[in-house]
């Protein structure tokens, strides 16, 4: 039990498992197997998975011809055009959505781990067409791993965005930076002058007039030497 806690806090990002629906397609088999049959005098138990790759193409293409004029019917280019930004929902293939680019764009899941079923299933959906944002998956909840069962924030517990105070910050996280603010500044400060004044007292005594300089434009301890 407690690996399967442990899986709580993993999600999975996938394309959403899309099923069909089982009236519509068995009433669509057996359309296929009558007409097969009498048709053809083939018999088989079950379509395979070309048999609907085509079925849905086929079809696609009779609902872009059914809304298309006559010009666009007549055109490949405007034709092509009505596939971009749409979406397509067949009895066998579930939902899809071609996007401005002609790119299919699948509906995209947030998995979570049920612990009761071992499993993952969907909690979260995001899908081009219907929204920008995530939406819940009816019937599932997010299995959030935390104490308070509640997302976890966007930001570190300090500093983080804290509504009711006038820099963003929680209270706490304002007056430990003012804290530590106002130790660490007065001791670099500190810490300088004593690094300098120490450097002026130790060349002050090896010479007095180490700063001055000779009329010949050198420096008094080079004259010193020569």
């Not at 397609?25 to 097969?36: A, D, E, K, S």
């Not at 979406?87 to 066998?92: A, G, H, K, Q, Y």
């Not at 000779?214 to 004259?223: E, K, P, V």
Request: charged share 15%; with cysteine; glycine share 6%.
């Amino acid at each position: 039990m407690v690996a399967l806690q442990g899986f709580r806090s993993l999600l999975k990002i996938q394309p959403c498992i899309q099923r069909p629906n089982n009236s519509q397609t068995l009433g669509l088999l057996n359309q296929f197997i009558n007409y097969t049959k009498v048709n053809y005098n083939v018999t088989y138990e079950e379509p395979n998975e070309f048999v609907f790759t085509g079925f849905t193409a086929v079809l696609w293409l009779a609902q872009i011809l059914h809304k298309a004029g006559t010009k666009e019917a007549h055109s490949g280019k405007l034709l092509a055009s009505q596939f971009l930004n749409r979406s397509f929902s067949t009895p066998n293939t579930a939902h899809y959505y071609v996007d401005e680019q002609g790119e299919r764009q699948n509906r995209m899941c947030i998995m979570t781990f049920n612990v009761a079923s071992r499993s993952f299933e969907s909690a979260l959906l995001y899908s081009r067409e219907i929204s920008k944002d995530l939406l819940p998956v009816d019937g599932t909840n997010m299995n959030w791993a935390t104490l308070d069962g509640l997302p976890p924030s966007d930001h570190p517990v300090c500093p983080g965005a804290s509504s009711g105070t006038s820099s963003g910050y929680p209270p706490f996280c304002t007056r430990d930076s003012e804290t530590i603010t106002s130790i660490v500044v007065p001791a670099v400060i500190a810490l300088v002058l004593t690094i300098v004044s120490t450097f002026y007292v130790h060349f002050r005594k090896a010479d007095r007039d180490w700063w001055l300089i000779t009329r010949d434009g050198t420096s008094h301890d080079f004259a010193l030497v020569l």
